[in-house]
């Protein structure tokens, strides 16, 4: 099975070739294509992953293209790294698919909508099993692309139009640094095979400096697609599409595919010792300041996605720290399905009660058990507390970063941690627990359909129990032999102890209707409480450095339009002049072509005699 | 030495099927003759199947005239190819014209016949036999609608610069005869080699100098393009496609059986010169075509383009040059065969050939834009088409070649060149149909269907895996002597 792990992005691929050529005639029962082809692909993912447990792996690599001296081949790999990857894929895809049904049910554009989401899933699955960079960088455009049409699926509102266009432009700063990596690389290997990079580049004995330069270059293409500081100011505002968007996109699946290429490229990093420092120092800010930025917002889906960016942080933290890409790995797939789950059951709140405000929403437990008890579960593992699957998970990373030479680290991971376990529980007791606040929102609320509710409890399951069950076996599956750092009692007591101090302290300040401490609180904190509220004035900072790069491009735009667009316009201009004279050359008179015919002939005897010779 | 008459077996059917249509149209009504197009479609096919089991064949037959090998095989499955598409989507346009279908696909499987033995020829009175069946047909296909005046005229220009060229031809090559005493390639080429060495070196380059010019005009290089136009615009479409794909590629190919095998002594002083033309003519293609208002002159002057284009290839005279032409020569065809294709089958509809006449294309009919869209991004050379792998080969293989500065020339052209054919697709896409346009008609007959499937799929497969073809390519482009 594992030498036809192709079919596996071909299925949503022809599900999207389907779309586009008959779906518009099938109205929504076109659906059911993808969700077909997902469900086969979520069989055939899992089947695979299991055979590669058992040992089985799969390179299958053809000739592509062939220019002079450089070949470059196409192929795919099946190793325990993508099998995980694309076993999580196709099934948090599938269930999306499923719940979408409903949740995207009498959409105007529906048809679209799926499209556009089976191609993002073969593009995201072709990405996974890419053997070389090459596959890679199309498949991660791809990515991109449908990010940026999913998030203005409703284009007619402005603003969504807008933060897909911030989506796009800020994730293109991080894909030029990558693609001048893969060039760098290429200019130094002349390969794009994965496996081939690390050796090669070690053997070119390069100096450290050039190394950790590719490297950091390599790793600008993450920081954007996975929302890192400081280009991490578009995924908030992505928040604009439909909610099983954030839940496949940007939670599970395409943000974490900048780790995932951290990890495909680990041998390189591990050649740069100095860029792993820049990731670690990186990741542990960002899981930071968005864990704190979370902490003070009250649209729901907001806060998902700040936590999106901060757990993003702790997984290239643990590529950091590690010594091996698998802590932050099993992060990123314990993460895929509580985020997952989280967010389809925010769309599933946002679906009954029509609005996104925690502060108009509350009692909601009665109301919508399902839902908030899958929730909860989420929020759960989302905190790390054990035994759910977000500790097993976090706490290799926290360890690790103990037992770095880098304690900073260590406690911006371990406070992030704390405010994360704090903020879910404000967001879960101000959603579904005390008094409603708004009768009118609660009094409309209803539980979702089985369509939507059912892909919940399958995600629930994975995120509450995988960590119990899969932590040691991934390890071993991953890393064979990899013995993970330990931090000391002191970490994994702090690691456990904190985030349990985060949900009592969450559990104080929002339990009981305790609205006259939280006034006077913010009142006493304000300046802080502006900060966060600011999210520590990124955007603003990004618009700063946006008007430099504003007057620089102003610059180089004229430099553009008088000296580049002129050489070029005169160029045009005398290819016109060109194509005016020489136009009447053919007049249409035989007599003409044949005389034109000897001359040239004559001329040309002439001047093989006179040069020629 | 027995005659051998299995090598030339493609060669024979094509012919015999040539021959048994005009028999056959001098008893089938004008009006039910479309069977007799289905006849020659198979006669293509069988030709095709006959030439692809007989690939792995080297050797001489015909006591000496034609010689099978990897380069001969590439040709004779090209042009081949390219009649089949020629044949599917030419159908409906000559039906509709009331004329004879038997003829028209008589003589078009002749003239392929001729194209093809210019290709096997090692001798050269072969060749020129065959490149004398291909163009005494040609005038006839070209004049073929003899109640329209531009067609005439097409028939008639071509023909007096075409016999002009076959003069010059001619002597070039009875001077090759003078110096060596021989008619047979390999022979010539000894010959060539002793020649150069003494007194008689200067009418070795005359003679070089009237077969290029000759084989120039055939493949319509600059100067020797002018009767392009106005040929490429009276003719009959699906000829004018006939034209750029099979016509031009059968003087390619003679270049490289006459000039690059037999006269491969001189091979230091035809580079050179060959670079010079093609920077000439696809500059002069490209330019010129800014201008153009109708499709099927544009089209003319864009063949002429890429015309430039392939003599890159060959100006470097290496075999990674001829492999990039061979490849470029059958990515071409699929390309430049789709766009004579639309407009055939938009002509049938009743459109115009004017480029004014496409404006509002997409809206009135989003397939034919589609399809042409793709051809002319591959004709522009942009990613994931035929036409960007084909460039890339060429420019590869020059700039490793040390024809850098003819690498720029050829990317330069690409940007102008972008001018014209994009102003097609703007026009489709952005502008408003024009009044009394003719309304959409989707259905097309199921050949035409076919035969644009061909087209699109061939220049989306060789752009998305073109590795089998480079393999192709390059097995095809060993030539002896080099």
């Given at each position: 099975?594992?030498?036809?792990?192709?079919?596996?992005?071909?299925?949503?691929?022809?599900?999207?070739?389907?779309?586009?050529?008959?779906?518009?005639?099938?109205?929504?029962?076109?659906?059911?294509?993808?969700?077909?082809?997902?469900?086969?692909?979520?069989?055939?993912?899992?089947?695979?992953?299991?055979?590669?447990?058992?040992?089985?792996?799969?390179?299958?690599?053809?000739?592509?293209?062939?220019?002079?001296?450089?070949?470059?081949?196409?192929?795919?790999?099946?190793?325990?790294?993508?099998?995980?990857?694309?076993?999580?894929?196709?099934?948090?895809?599938?269930?999306?698919?499923?719940?979408?049904?409903?949740?995207?049910?009498?959409?105007?554009?529906?048809?679209?909508?799926?499209?556009?989401?089976?191609?993002?899933?073969?593009?995201?699955?072709?990405?996974?099993?890419?053997?070389?960079?090459?596959?890679?960088?199309?498949?991660?455009?791809?990515?991109?692309?449908?990010?940026?049409?999913?998030?203005?699926?409703?284009?007619?509102?402005?603003?969504?139009?807008?933060?897909?266009?911030?989506?796009?432009?800020?994730?293109?700063?991080?894909?030029?640094?990558?693609?001048?990596?893969?060039?760098?690389?290429?200019?130094?290997?002349?390969?794009?095979?994965?496996?081939?990079?690390?050796?090669?580049?070690?053997?070119?004995?390069?100096?450290?400096?050039?190394?950790?330069?590719?490297?950091?270059?390599?790793?600008?293409?993450?920081?954007?697609?996975?929302?890192?500081?400081?280009?991490?100011?578009?995924?908030?505002?992505?928040?604009?599409?439909?909610?099983?968007?954030?839940?496949?996109?940007?939670?599970?699946?395409?943000?974490?595919?900048?780790?995932?290429?951290?990890?495909?490229?680990?041998?390189?990093?591990?050649?740069?010792?100095?860029?792993?420092?820049?990731?670690?120092?990186?990741?542990?800010?960002?899981?930071?300041?968005?864990?704190?930025?979370?902490?003070?917002?009250?649209?729901?889906?907001?806060?998902?996605?700040?936590?999106?960016?901060?757990?993003?942080?702790?997984?290239?933290?643990?590529?950091?720290?590690?010594?091996?890409?698998?802590?932050?790995?099993?992060?990123?797939?314990?993460?895929?399905?509580?985020?997952?789950?989280?967010?389809?059951?925010?769309?599933?709140?946002?679906?009954?009660?029509?609005?996104?405000?925690?502060?108009?929403?509350?009692?909601?437990?009665?109301?919508?058990?399902?839902?908030?008890?899958?929730?909860?579960?989420?929020?759960?593992?989302?905190?790390?507390?054990?035994?759910?699957?977000?500790?097993?998970?976090?706490?290799?990373?926290?360890?690790?970063?103990?037992?770095?030479?880098?304690?900073?680290?260590?406690?911006?991971?371990?406070?992030?941690?704390?405010?994360?376990?704090?903020?879910?529980?404000?967001?879960?007791?101000?959603?579904?627990?005390?008094?409603?606040?708004?009768?009118?929102?609660?009094?409309?609320?209803?539980?979702?359909?089985?369509?939507?509710?059912?892909?919940?409890?399958?995600?629930?399951?994975?995120?509450?129990?995988?960590?119990?069950?899969?932590?040691?076996?991934?390890?071993?599956?991953?890393?064979?032999?990899?013995?993970?750092?330990?931090?000391?009692?002191?970490?994994?007591?702090?690691?456990?102890?904190?985030?349990?101090?985060?949900?009592?302290?969450?559990?104080?300040?929002?339990?009981?209707?305790?609205?006259?401490?939280?006034?006077?609180?913010?009142?006493?904190?304000?300046?802080?409480?502006?900060?966060?509220?600011?999210?520590?004035?990124?955007?603003?900072?990004?618009?700063?450095?946006?008007?430099?790069?504003?007057?620089?491009?102003?610059?180089?735009?004229?430099?553009?339009?008088?000296?580049?667009?002129?050489?070029?316009?005169?160029?045009?201009?005398?290819?016109?002049?060109?194509?005016?004279?020489?136009?009447?050359?053919?007049?249409?008179?035989?007599?003409?072509?044949?005389?034109?015919?000897?001359?040239?002939?004559?001329?040309?005897?002439?001047?093989?005699?006179?040069?020629?010779? | 030495?027995?005659?051998?008459?299995?090598?030339?077996?493609?060669?024979?059917?094509?012919?015999?099927?040539?021959?048994?249509?005009?028999?056959?149209?001098?008893?089938v009504a004008k009006e039910r003759q479309r069977p007799l197009a289905y006849v020659g479609i198979l006669g293509i096919l069988v030709a095709l199947a006959l030439s692809w089991a007989d690939s792995g064949a080297t050797g001489t037959a015909l006591a000496g005239m034609v010689r099978l090998d990897p380069i001969?095989?590439?040709?004779?499955?090209?042009?081949?190819?390219?009649?089949?598409?020629?044949?599917?989507?030419?159908?409906?346009?000559?039906?509709?014209?009331?004329?004879?279908?038997?003829?028209?696909?008589?003589?078009?499987?002749?003239?392929?016949?001729?194209?093809?033995?210019?290709?096997?020829?090692?001798?050269?009175?072969?060749?020129?036999?065959?490149?004398?069946?291909?163009?005494?047909?040609?005038?006839?296909?070209?004049?073929?609608?003899?109640?329209?005046?531009?067609?005439?005229?097409?028939?008639?220009?071509?023909?007096?610069?075409?016999?002009?060229?076959?003069?010059?031809?001619?002597?070039?090559?009875?001077?090759?005869?003078?110096?060596?005493?021989?008619?047979?390639?390999?022979?010539?080429?000894?010959?060539?080699?002793?020649?150069?060495?003494?007194?008689?070196?200067?009418?070795?380059?005359?003679?070089?100098?009237?077969?290029?010019?000759?084989?120039?005009?055939?493949?319509?290089?600059?100067?020797?393009?002018?009767?392009?136009?106005?040929?490429?615009?009276?003719?009959?479409?699906?000829?004018?496609?006939?034209?750029?794909?099979?016509?031009?590629?059968?003087?390619?190919?003679?270049?490289?059986?006459?000039?690059?095998?037999?006269?491969?002594?001189?091979?230091?002083?035809?580079?050179?010169?060959?670079?010079?033309?093609?920077?000439?003519?696809?500059?002069?293609?490209?330019?010129?075509?800014?201008?153009?208002?109708?499709?099927?002159?544009?089209?003319?002057?864009?063949?002429?383009?890429?015309?430039?284009?392939?003599?890159?290839?060959?100006?470097?005279?290496?075999?990674?040059?001829?492999?990039?032409?061979?490849?470029?020569?059958?990515?071409?065809?699929?390309?430049?065969?789709?766009?004579?294709?639309?407009?055939?089958?938009?002509?049938?509809?009743?459109?115009?050939?004017?480029?004014?006449?496409?404006?509002?294309?997409?809206?009135?009919?989003?397939?034919?834009?589609?399809?042409?869209?793709?051809?002319?991004?591959?004709?522009?050379?942009?990613?994931?088409?035929?036409?960007?792998?084909?460039?890339?080969?060429?420019?590869?293989?020059?700039?490793?070649?040390?024809?850098?500065?003819?690498?720029?020339?050829?990317?330069?052209?690409?940007?102008?060149?972008?001018?014209?054919?994009?102003?097609?697709?703007?026009?489709?896409?952005?502008?408003?149909?024009?009044?009394?346009?003719?309304?959409?008609?989707?259905?097309?007959?199921?050949?035409?269907?076919?035969?644009?499937?061909?087209?699109?799929?061939?220049?989306?497969?060789?752009?998305?895996?073109?590795?089998?073809?480079?393999?192709?390519?390059?097995?095809?482009?060993?030539?002896?002597?080099?």
């Amino acid at each position: 099975m594992v030498g036809y792990a192709w079919i596996v992005p071909a299925l949503p691929l022809a599900a999207y070739i389907l779309h586009v050529f008959v779906g518009r005639r099938l109205k929504e029962r076109a659906a059911y294509f993808g969700v077909v082809a997902m469900g086969l692909a979520s069989v055939l993912g899992v089947t695979i992953l299991v055979q590669a447990a058992g040992g089985a792996s799969a390179h299958v690599s053809v000739p592509w293209l062939q220019i002079g001296r450089y070949s470059v081949p196409m192929g795919f790999t099946v190793d325990p790294l993508s099998a995980v990857t694309m076993a999580m894929v196709t099934v948090v895809s599938w269930m999306i698919e499923i719940y979408s049904l409903g949740y995207m049910h009498n959409d105007p554009d529906f048809n679209r909508f799926f499209a556009n989401v089976n191609l993002f899933v073969a593009g995201m699955l072709t990405a996974v099993i890419a053997d070389n960079f090459l596959l890679f960088f199309m498949a991660w455009e791809i990515m991109g692309l449908c990010s940026y049409l999913l998030i203005c699926h409703w284009y007619r509102d402005s603003s969504n139009a807008r933060a897909a266009t911030k989506a796009f432009l800020v994730t293109r700063i991080g894909d030029v640094g990558l693609l001048a990596g893969i060039w760098w690389i290429f200019s130094i290997t002349h390969s794009f095979q994965f496996s081939q990079l690390a050796p090669a580049l070690h053997a070119a004995a390069l100096a450290p400096a050039a190394l950790t330069a590719i490297a950091l270059l390599v790793f600008l293409g993450p920081v954007g697609k996975s929302a890192q500081i400081p280009l991490q100011i578009w995924l908030p505002d992505a928040m604009a599409g439909p909610t099983p968007i954030s839940a496949l996109i940007h939670a599970a699946t395409m943000v974490a595919v900048g780790v995932y290429l951290v990890a495909r490229t680990y041998p390189i990093f591990q050649l740069a010792p100095g860029a792993l420092v820049w990731i670690g120092y990186i990741g542990a800010i960002t899981a930071f300041m968005a864990a704190s930025i979370a902490c003070v917002q009250t649209d729901i889906k907001k806060v998902l996605a700040y936590s999106t960016i901060s757990q993003l942080g702790y997984m290239m933290l643990g590529m950091g720290v590690a010594g091996s890409m698998v802590a932050g790995m099993f992060h990123l797939i314990s993460h895929a399905f509580f985020k997952g789950l989280l967010f389809l059951a925010a769309g599933s709140i946002i679906h009954a009660v029509e609005t996104q405000e925690m502060h108009r929403m509350g009692g909601l437990f009665r109301k919508m058990k399902a839902t908030s008890i899958t929730f909860i579960i989420g929020a759960l593992a989302l905190a790390g507390i054990p035994p759910f699957s977000g500790y097993f998970s976090k706490d290799p990373i926290l360890s690790a970063a103990a037992a770095s030479p880098y304690p900073l680290m260590f406690w911006l991971g371990v406070l992030g941690a704390f405010l994360t376990a704090y903020y879910m529980t404000r967001a879960c007791l101000l959603t579904f627990f005390g008094k409603p606040r708004d009768q009118h929102v609660y009094e409309h609320a209803h539980e979702s359909p089985a369509v939507m509710t059912v892909p919940l409890w399958v995600l629930a399951v994975p995120a509450a129990l995988l960590g119990l069950f899969a932590a040691g076996a991934f390890r071993s599956f991953l890393a064979p032999g990899y013995v993970p750092p330990s931090g000391g009692p002191a970490a994994s007591a702090l690691t456990l102890a904190l985030p349990l101090l985060g949900v009592l302290v969450g559990a104080l300040i929002y339990g009981g209707g305790r609205t006259a401490f939280r006034v006077a609180a913010i009142r006493a904190l304000r300046p802080l409480y502006v900060f966060l509220k600011q999210k520590w004035y990124f955007d603003q900072l990004g618009l700063a450095l946006m008007y430099i790069a504003l007057g620089v491009a102003w610059i180089v735009a004229a430099f553009d339009r008088y000296v580049v667009d002129g050489i070029v316009n005169g160029l045009g201009a005398l290819a016109g002049l060109l194509g005016r004279a020489t136009r009447t050359l053919a007049d249409g008179s035989a007599q003409a072509y044949m005389l034109t015919l000897l001359l040239a002939v004559a001329v040309g005897l002439i001047a093989l005699q006179l040069i020629g010779g | 030495m027995p005659v051998d008459f299995g090598s030339v077996g493609p060669e024979i059917v094509l012919a015999g099927t040539g021959m048994l249509l005009i028999l056959l149209s001098a008893f089938v009504a004008k009006e039910r003759q479309r069977p007799l197009a289905y006849v020659g479609i198979l006669g293509i096919l069988v030709a095709l199947a006959l030439s692809w089991a007989d690939s792995g064949a080297t050797g001489t037959a015909l006591a000496g005239m034609v010689r099978l090998d990897p380069i001969s095989t590439f040709f004779r499955v090209t042009f081949l190819a390219a009649a089949l598409v020629v044949a599917l989507t030419g159908l409906d346009f000559v039906q509709s014209r009331g004329v004879s279908v038997g003829e028209f696909y008589a003589l078009l499987l002749l003239a392929t016949t001729g194209a093809i033995l210019m290709a096997l020829a090692w001798d050269i009175v072969m060749l020129y036999i065959g490149l004398e069946l291909l163009s005494v047909l040609s005038y006839v296909l070209a004049g073929f609608f003899r109640e329209d005046p531009k067609s005439n005229e097409a028939g008639i220009k071509y023909f007096l610069n075409g016999a002009l060229a076959s003069a010059v031809l001619l002597f070039g090559l009875s001077m090759v005869y003078g110096l060596t005493g021989t008619t047979s390639i390999p022979g010539i080429a000894a010959g060539l080699g002793r020649a150069v060495q003494g007194p008689m070196a200067p009418v070795a380059l005359l003679a070089l100098g009237f077969i290029l010019g000759a084989l120039a005009f055939k493949v319509a290089a600059v100067p020797f393009h002018l009767w392009a136009p106005d040929t490429y615009e009276g003719a009959p479409t699906p000829f004018a496609g006939f034209l750029a794909a099979v016509s031009e590629g059968a003087g390619m190919a003679a270049i490289i059986r006459i000039v690059f095998t037999g006269m491969a002594p001189l091979s230091s002083s035809f580079g050179v010169w060959i670079a010079v033309l093609a920077a000439l003519t696809m500059t002069v293609g490209n330019v010129t075509a800014l201008w153009q208002t109708n499709f099927k002159r544009l089209m003319a002057y864009s063949s002429v383009a890429q015309v430039g284009y392939i003599l890159v290839g060959l100006a470097v005279v290496t075999r990674e040059g001829i492999s990039s032409v061979l490849f470029y020569l059958f990515a071409y065809l699929f390309m430049t065969l789709g766009v004579f294709a639309v407009i055939a089958a938009l002509s049938v509809q009743g459109q115009g050939e004017d480029i004014a006449d496409y404006a509002g294309l997409g809206q009135r009919n989003p397939w034919m834009a589609g399809l042409l869209t793709l051809f002319m991004a591959s004709l522009v050379g942009i990613p994931t088409t035929a036409g960007f792998m084909a460039k890339l080969g060429l420019i590869s293989a020059s700039v490793s070649g040390g024809y850098t500065w003819l690498a720029l020339f050829l990317a330069v052209n690409s940007a102008i060149s972008v001018g014209y054919y994009w102003n097609v697709v703007r026009n489709m896409w952005l502008r408003p149909s024009p009044e009394g346009a003719v309304p959409a008609r989707r259905a097309t007959s199921a050949a035409a269907g076919l035969g644009l499937a061909v087209a699109a799929v061939g220049v989306l497969v060789i752009g998305l895996l073109p590795n089998t073809f480079y393999v192709f390519a390059h097995w095809a482009s060993f030539i002896p002597g080099h």
